[in-house]
Each structure stands twice: as C-alpha cells, then as structure tokens.
C-alpha cells in the first residue's frame, strides 16, 4: 500500500525578533577607529569623526546630546548606532593633604578608584586599568580581590575626563586639562590588560584628545616580562616596576608573579628595554619592616641595579588590616636610602598621600561591589 503523501502545514510560529545590533562603545575608539566607523558604518563624511572625538576626550561629553554642533538627525543616528558607555563618579573622599580619591560605578555595577594627588608643581591622577587584579601580591588590598575584568579604553580614560572637569570646578580653573600628570598605578595590573592600555594611551596622548606627553605618563607593572618588552616596542611612556624585594626568595613570598619570571628574567628585561634619551627605569620598592629593609638589602639593591638606568622609589608599607605587614620606621627608610646613594643610586622616600581615606599605594580595594558575582578566571599569562 502507497502511504498517503506527507502534507507540510505551514509553519506558523512567530519568528523571534531580530537581536538588536549592539552598540559600538565610540568612547573605546581611537580617532583612526572612530573615523572608519563613521565613514565606513555610517556613511558620514569623516571629519565627523574628529567633532565627535573632540568631544569626548577633550571636553568630556558623556552623550551625543551634548554635541550641538552636530546635526539632529546625525545625533539621531549614533544613538541608534553607538553608545558612549558610561562610568560613573559614585562617591569622593578628601584627604587632609589634599590628595581626592574618587570611586566610580560601572555600568556593570563594579567599582573602581582613581586618585588625585595635586603638588605645587603637578597635579597628578593615579589610574586603574582593571576590576581588581589577578597578582596577588600578599601585602596589597587591591591584590585579595580576584581579578573581576578588564576595564575599557573608554572607561579608562573616563577617569582622566571626569576627574579633569572635577578639578577645573573644585579649583576654579580655566583650563580644560587641569591634569598634567597620570601614572598607571592604580587598581590592576596595565601590563595584564596590555590591548587597552594601549588604546588608551594612544586616546590620552592624541592631539584631538586631552594631547598628554610621553614625559608625563608612567606605567607600572608587578613585572610581567613578556609584556615589558611589547611595552617598550608599541609605546613611548615611562616605566616603573615593582620590585619590592632584593632576593627571589623574598620577592616570590609577596608576589606570587616571581615564581614565572624571576629577579634575572625581570632585570634581563630592563637592560634590554629602549630608553629614550637621559630617561631612566623607575624601581618601587615597599619598605616592609623587616622583611625586606635591612643594610643587606639595601647593597643587594645596589649590586641588582648597577648596570641599569635606574631611580628608586622608597614606598613605606601602608598597613593594612589583616594583611601581615607592618611599615618601615622613618630612620631606617633614611638610612635604606642612605646606603643606595652611596652605592650612586638615586633614590627617594615616597611621601605618603591619602592614607587617612585608604587612597594610598596598595590600599584600593572598594568594597561596594562585593557580593555581586566572583571573581573570574584570570586570562592566561603571556
Ligand atoms: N600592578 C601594578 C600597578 C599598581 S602600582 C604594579 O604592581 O606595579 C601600586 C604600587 O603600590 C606597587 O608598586 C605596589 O608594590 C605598591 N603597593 C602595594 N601595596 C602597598 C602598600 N600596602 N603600601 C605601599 N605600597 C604598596
């Protein structure tokens, strides 16, 4: 017997919706990038681009409806192409000596910190570069978090934009860039988040973005040796490492980041890193009272960086609760010092700023995001 033929009744289950196309974070966007987008995914004319980018990196516009001198129906079309992802100042605290530190609420509901230092002769913004930090070292808060992510191009160099118009409003300045010098020292680890760092970096030195110097821009790493190469190859800004230990057996205690790449591997690293002109190698050492601040450390110190450019910074530990360590009392920092300039090592005590609101080296680590999701997997080392 034939079998009756299959009949196929129409399929009548509404399709799903068309995923919305996701925004492009403009405010990620180098000026190269951002001027391909709009030409190339907008179909404007290109010098568009730089009216928008001005906008964001220089005045700090955190919407297109801030961006009068573009069109309404060209405001139109970014919003519903593009998005400038925003980071909010949540919370600030005021120093006695005057340094700021300011938190601020991702989109995601994360927390990060930036902090500012002004002197009499800069003022200087101290700048995260991820949630957390996946290293680890034992006598840092911001090292107990578990790296959480990454943070954007765009949320990175938001600190710098918002604390700038901050400061133009608290000092009553003209100026649209108070700020006149950044380090990378905050939260994270830049050299772990290598690809926007750089983005970054090339947004904060742009012309059309707030144009900083080479000169007035350091970036500091735990000592990631792979990436310190890069680093030197693809930017022109200052380095700092974090050494904070004369012995591997010392340095592989505190930071766990030892045990890959050790004082060898990281000074091989440093010798062979391109210097501009007259520029040296900045060395962060924390005087941890004594575990790694005796004479003998001292001339380890001596004999470790006798073959390299270098300057030292003498940090005394900033306590902090539950973590172990205690400071350095003030004449030995002096006479750790002492002995380095005798062995013709620049070095220099670094002045504490902010410990009173816990904004000092090694003490950011908000809280006000805990709770909300763990940790993640840290991404493979280089
Ligand atoms: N991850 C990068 C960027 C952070 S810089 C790096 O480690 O270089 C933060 C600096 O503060 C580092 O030199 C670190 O060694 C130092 N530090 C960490 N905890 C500290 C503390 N409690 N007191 C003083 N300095 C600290």
Redesign the pocket.
Known sequence: MMSEPAVSTPDTTPLPAPAPAKLVDVSSLTLEGLTRFVSEQLGERAFRSGQIYRWIHQRGATSFDEMTDLSKAFRQKLKERAEIVPLVKDLEQRSVDGTIKYRFKTRDGRYIESVYMPSEDRKTLCVSTQVG?A?A?S?????TLGLKRNLTPGEIVAQVHTVNREVRKLENLETWRPLSNLV???????LHNFENLKTALSILQSEDGPNFSHRHITV???GLVPMIERFGQETDVKL???L?ASTDEQRSKTMPVNRKWNIAALMEACRKFPLRQGRRITF?Y?LLRGFNDTDEDAHRLIELLKDVPAKVNL??????PG?G?QTTMEERAEAFREILAQGHIAAFIRQNRGRDIAG????LANRGGEGEGKATQAPELP
């Open positions: 930090c290293m070292c006598f840092c808060m911001t090292g990378f020292m905050g939260m994270g680890e830049p500091s790493t735990v700092a490492i974090s904070n962060e924390v940090i005394p530990y900033n306590e902090n973590l360590f000092a080296c090694g003490q």
